[in-house]
């Protein structure tokens, strides 16, 4: 079975530029998540999922951030403009659902951003 | 509020010998716990999980962990460390309830070194 897939993995832009990330979650997985990760820091929920419903977004800084997941499959990420301080790994996981049951998440590979 | 303390940055061992790393948590509602491991560039891999049942939890690449509600505890153990268990390790509790159902929240992380 596939794992979450990720692109691209690397992305260097400058300051006030846009950027954007996709990514593509396991085959059957209803719920998407997007998380930052800073350096020597675990990753923060930045959004989650459930089909193509945003529901739970209270972390994502919206004035710059943007995400969508049409079709309830594929998600993108944006930041526009990016800042300095978005120097970030930004890691994509998956899984079956988010209720009641803890289901896994599973995580990509991630797309490391360094804006200079 | 939901969150997870790994008291320590780094946890050195030699192979051979057995590893522990630490996580205790604090959450309202059930503890639905995990552990990831993330190799460096990689994203985070699932080890093991804590729903409910048996306090030890068994995992992949041979981990364990052991639950103790009563010291909120949830550390990870493996018998025998090898070189190529060297990574970071992060333990996560996942919120139970409300609006943020669903959501990890992680530790700082441990590097774990095993030198030969």
């Known amino acids: 079975e596939a794992g979450v897939v990720q692109s691209p993995r690397y992305k260097i832009i400058e300051k006030k530029q846009p950027v954007a990330f996709w990514c593509n979650p396991i085959?059957?997985?209803?719920?998407l998540y997007w998380y930052l990760q800073n350096l020597g820091q675990g990753p923060e929920l930045l959004i989650r999922?459930?089909?193509?419903?945003?529901?739970?977004d209270s972390q994502l800084p919206k004035d710059r951030f943007s995400a969508e997941r049409l079709k309830g499959v594929d998600s993108t990420l944006k930041i526009q403009p990016a800042e300095l301080g978005d120097s970030a790994v930004y890691l994509c996981?998956?899984?079956?659902?988010?209720?009641?049951?803890?289901?896994?998440?599973?995580f990509g590979p991630g797309t490391r951003l360094t804006v200079l | 509020a939901q969150s997870v303390a790994q008291p320590e940055d780094q946890v050195n061992v030699a192979e051979g010998n057995p590893l522990t790393v630490k996580c205790t948590y604090s959450?309202?509602?059930?503890?639905?716990l995990f552990w990831y491991v993330q190799y460096p560039n990689r994203g985070l891999q699932f080890l093991l999980k804590?729903?409910?049942?048996?306090?030890l939890v068994k995992g992949s690449y041979g981990f364990e962990a052991e639950f103790n509600k009563s010291q909120t505890s949830f550390h990870l153990k493996k018998p025998s460390a090898l070189v190529s268990d060297s990574a970071l390790y992060f333990c996560?509790?996942?919120?139970?309830?409300?609006?943020?159902?669903?959501?990890?929240?992680f530790g700082r992380g441990t590097q774990l070194t095993v030198w030969p």
């Open positions: 996560a509790v996942r919120d139970s309830r409300g609006s943020t159902l669903g959501r990890l929240y």
């Open positions: 959450v309202s509602g059930n503890p639905y």
């Open positions: 804590y729903i409910t049942g048996d306090n």
């Open positions: 999922y459930e089909n193509e419903e945003a529901v739970d």
């Open positions: 996981a998956s899984s079956l659902s988010s209720g009641r049951y803890p289901d896994t998440q599973y």
């Open positions: 085959s059957g997985h209803n719920t």
